[in-house]
Each structure stands twice: as structure tokens, then as C-alpha cells.
């Protein structure tokens, strides 16, 4: 199996010209020696997986696909209860975890496609905004902010953040394996092409490999091999699997498994086989940690970019969702409620868990916060430190959050925006206008509306989620002049 040389391949050293960072980068180089560095600044591994939702891992209460290695994660660290996406799709959450921002700072609020911005109903009641398509780049990537403090960094698998000319390694990451335009893989198995795929036939920035080889086990090999090579540290060693994004494509002999264990529920052989790989390839990480005497320096992160796809079409359904309302695509629970794990061995007490609210741009600051003034950060961040979090006791009932999704997502077609503060989550949808408001506490499937019971709370929030929105500068969405009310 060919695995990429990190250490003959092509570096791509940022120029203090063309961001204007590079004076700032090597003054604060100054004051840190490498030694320093290596022994102080503990590295970070940071796994994102696509479309998986909290509901499909052991430890929040999976009852039929196995995921030991991620509950042992949980049982090795904390695990948040009320994790979020900052978005219900893909291409904007890993704006705000990348950059630290609400992708709604900067405009980014839809996922790229290969066929341009999304596409809207004839009749849509709104028109959707023309924001960006690419990452800027002289946005300070956590790769970027980390350089300073001497952290060699790799971005492994699913980019979608801009097109050619704004992969990983033009915004500051110094290897790129993998990662690329377009957010699904034309295959989950060697070559990794789908010759009848007109816009995305293979991908280009992954070389090699066998016959029957499998994407994730690939993509896991490649981190393995670039510890390996960085063990002396400090690194960022960023891995966004594909999986378990379509195609729906898993290892048979994990399909076989699970077609009797899951026959009768709602989950998807092929889709359990695919977090079954998942689960063991984290485990693959974890024990080389162990082997490379690395975990107890290391900071793992375990994340999901937005919740999972209930329904493939025609009637086949993939994850069982329950007891969130709907999916991927959509503001109520299951389009954004996902996995956080963190564990930090002699930094977090094993078996923590946390109830306060976390969302995307929080991997951000916590990052951040860790390494502590020899990093170089975005300003503002929009997301909060973690780090106050790792004691599990505090419950900080203050923390908010927002989403700005003026979107028809292909699986949604209800653009809004939502805001949680405390136990209330109020949604705002422009197309049909509405406004529902929910007790997650009490209410977790969001099935009791009480935006009629509760008029002042709900004008209270409304008027909350307006500020956040004007305070972001957001590109707007825009009303369709032509659209015709169609009567029910």
C-alpha cells in the first residue's frame, strides 16, 4: 500500500507578503525554542466524521452498531450531551471549526456543490445569498494560528471548503492528503473513481493504493504514518474522514454482520457497517498513541460535522435518528446534534461528561486556549473555550447559540434560523414564514410548540436572534419579488 513521504513531499511555507502574518509568525518563533516547544505544547488529534449523528455511537445510546473505541474515548476523557454543528450541512461547519468563526462572520453559509451555489424552487419565497464559494485565504486557519508555537500540520481526507487554489495547504496546512473540492468520494474503495461521475471522477490528491483497499482504512494508515514520522512533535494532525457520507459503501463482511442484528429497525446494514469501520479505525489510532508513547501528550478530539441522513430515498433509511426530529439538512435536532468527545489524559478525569451546550467554532478556541500565547489566533472568535468544561461540574446556563441556514437544502427546503439559550430553542423559517419555539429539556423530539403558550419568550428570543444576526454582518438572503403564495 503506498502511503505518502512526508518527508520528501512538497511544503507550502506561508509568505508573510501575501497574508501579512509572516513578521508576527517569526517574531513569536522567537520567543519559544523548539525544545521549549516539543516539551510544553502537547499535539492535537482532530477525527470529523460526516453525517454522523450522536444517536448512531454506543456511548449516547446506539444499541446495535458497535462502537467500542469511541465509547472508550468517551470512558478515557468527556463527552458533551448537548454537542452541536454550527450547521445543519457540511461546508460551513468546517468553516467555523477551522476558523473559529460562525461561518455566518464569514459568509459561508451554504455547502459547495459541484454545480455552484444551491439551487432554490421556481417559487421559493426567498432567494438564498451569494456568499462565498472559498475559504478566503487570508483567513488564520488553526493551522495558521498553531504555526507560531512550532506545530507541523496535516489536513487528511474531506476538505470541501473552497475549490483549487484553496486546498489545505494554500490556507496554511503544511500536507494535504485527500482532501479536495468536492465533499463525497466518488468511491469508498480503491481507485476511488466513478468514471461515470462527469464533474468528480476520482480524487486527484490521493496516489496509490491496492485492490480492495477501503478509504477510511487508508486515510487512518496516512495519519498513522504521519505520527510516526512527527512523533517528536509539536503536530496538528487534522482527519476528516468521507465516511459515513454517500456513496453508502462498506467492507462485506461487516455488511454481512450486521443484516441479522439490524433486521426489523430502521438502520441500514451497509450504513452500520460503514460506522463499525469508523469506531475500529479510531481504535487503530488510539493504540498507536499507545505504541508511539504519544497519548499521554496528545489532545484527541472526536466530532461530527452535522447530524445524519435519516432516509436515502425510495424508502431506505439509514440511521435511526430517534428521538430527534428529522435530519441532516434541517435546524431541528437531528440535521444538528452530533458527538464531542475530547480526552487529555491527566487534563480531563475519565468518564467526565459535560451538559452545557458546545458547537463547532468552540474546537477552535479550545485549541487555542491549550496552547496559550505562542498561537496566533483569528479575532473575534465566535466560538467559547472548552477547557472550563473538563471538570464536568460547572453548568453554565448563560451559553447561546445561533445558525444562519437560509438554504433549501436538497433534503431540507426549510431555510431559517435557529437560536438555543438555556433549555429554549426557537427556529425561524422563512419559506413558509414561521416561528416555532421548543423545551429541549422536556421536550427533545420538538413535537410540543410553544410559541403561542410562551408570546414574550418567544419575541424575547426572536428579538436575541435578530442582534446575533445583524452582529454578524452576515450576506443576507433576499426576498423573491415574483413569488406567488400558493394556497393549501
Not at 446506539?62 to 457540511?90: F, H
Not at 419565497?125 to 498553531?146: K, N, S, V, Y
Not at 444538528?336 to 475519565?350: A, K, Q, S
Not at 487555542?368 to 473538563?390: Q, W
Amino acid at each position: 500500500m503506498a502511503k505518502t513521504d512526508y518527508k520528501i513531499i512538497n511544503r507550502k511555507i506561508l509568505s508573510g507578503a501575501k497574508f501579512g502574518i509572516g513578521i508576527t509568525t517569526f517574531g513569536l518563533l522567537g520567543m519559544y525554542s523548539c525544545d521549549e516547544a516539543k516539551e510544553e505544547l502537547p499535539n492535537f488529534l482532530i477525527i470529523l466524521i460526516d453525517d454522523l449523528s450522536s444517536q448512531d455511537v454506543g456511548v449516547y445510546g446506539q444499541k446495535y452498531i458497535e462502537t467500542p473505541n469511541i465509547d472508550r474515548l468517551a470512558s478515557e476523557g468527556i463527552m458533551w450531551t448537548d454537542a452541536y454543528s454550527s450547521c445543519p450541512v457540511c461546508s460551513p461547519t468546517r468553516v467555523a471549526l477551522l476558523t473559529g468563526k460562525n461561518q455566518t462572520r464569514v459568509g459561508f453559509t451554504g455547502h459547495i456543490t459541484a454545480v455552484g451555489y444551491h439551487r432554490y424552487p421556481e417559487n421559493s419565497r426567498i432567494f438564498p445569498p451569494d456568499d462565498l464559494m472559498d475559504l478566503p485565504l487570508d483567513e488564520i486557519t488553526l493551522a495558521r494560528a498553531l504555526k507560531p508555537a512550532g506545530y507541523t500540520s496535516i489536513s487528511i481526507g474531506k476538505w470541501h471548503v473552497g475549490r483549487e487554489g484553496h486546498w489545505p495547504t494554500d490556507l496554511g496546512f503544511d500536507y494535504n492528503v485527500a482532501g479536495y473540492t468536492h465533499g463525497a468520494p466518488p468511491s469508498h474503495f480503491y481507485p476511488y473513481e466513478n468514471p461515470q461521475s462527469g464533474h468528480n471522477p476520482r480524487i486527484p490528491t490521493l496516489e496509490g493504493g491496492e485492490p480492495g483497499e477501503y478509504l477510511t482504512d487508508r486515510l487512518t494508515d496516512e495519519a498513522i504514518k504521519f505520527m510516526e514520522n512527527y512523533k517528536d512533535g509539536p503536530f496538528l494532525l487534522y482527519l476528516p474522514h468521507y465516511a459515513v457520507h454517500t456513496p453508502i459503501e462498506a467492507p462485506q463482511d461487516l455488511i454481512e454482520k450486521y443484516k441479522p442484528i439490524v433486521e426489523g429497525t430502521p438502520i441500514d446494514p451497509v450504513y452500520a457497517a460503514m460506522v463499525e469501520s469508523v469506531d475500529w479505525n479510531v481504535g487503530r489510532l488510539l493504540d498507536a498513541l499507545d505504541e508511539m508513547g504519544l497519548s499521554d501528550n496528545t489532545v484527541v478530539i472526536f466530532k461530527s460535522d452535522n447530524g445524519a441522513i435519516r432516509e436515502l430515498g425510495s424508502g431506505r433509511t439509514l440511521s435511526d435518528l430517534r428521538p430527534f426530529r428529522e435530519e441532516k439538512s434541517h435546524l431541528y435536532e437531528g440535521g444538528i446534534r452530533v458527538p464531542l468527545i475530547i480526552r487529555w489524559p491527566g487534563h480531563i478525569e475519565p468518564g467526565t461528561v459535560s451538559r452545557n451546550p458546545a458547537i463547532s467554532e468552540d474546537i477552535y478556541a479550545t485549541v487555542i486556549d491549550i496552547v496559550g500565547p505562542a498561537a496566533n489566533p483569528n479575532k473575534p472568535l465566535d466560538g467559547r473555550s472548552l477547557v472550563n468544561d473538563f471538570d464536568g461540574r460547572k453548568s453554565d446556563t448563560t451559553i447561546t447559540l445561533h445558525w444562519y441556514y437560509p438554504h433549501y437544502a436538497p433534503r431540507g427546503n426549510t431555510p431559517g434560523a435557529a437560536i438555543r439559550s438555556g433549555d429554549y430553542k426557537l427556529i425561524e423559517f422563512y419559506d413558509p414564514p414561521e416561528v416555532e419555539l421548543y423545551n429541549l429539556r422536556e421536550d427533545i423530539s420538538e413535537t410540543n410548540d410553544l410559541a403561542e403558550v410562551k408570546p414574550e419568550l418567544k419575541d424575547k428570543l426572536l428579538d436575541d436572534l435578530h442582534s446575533w444576526l445583524e452582529s454578524m454582518s452576515p450576506v443576507m438572503h433576499t426576498m423573491n419579488p415574483d413569488y406567488i403564495p400558493v394556497d393549501n
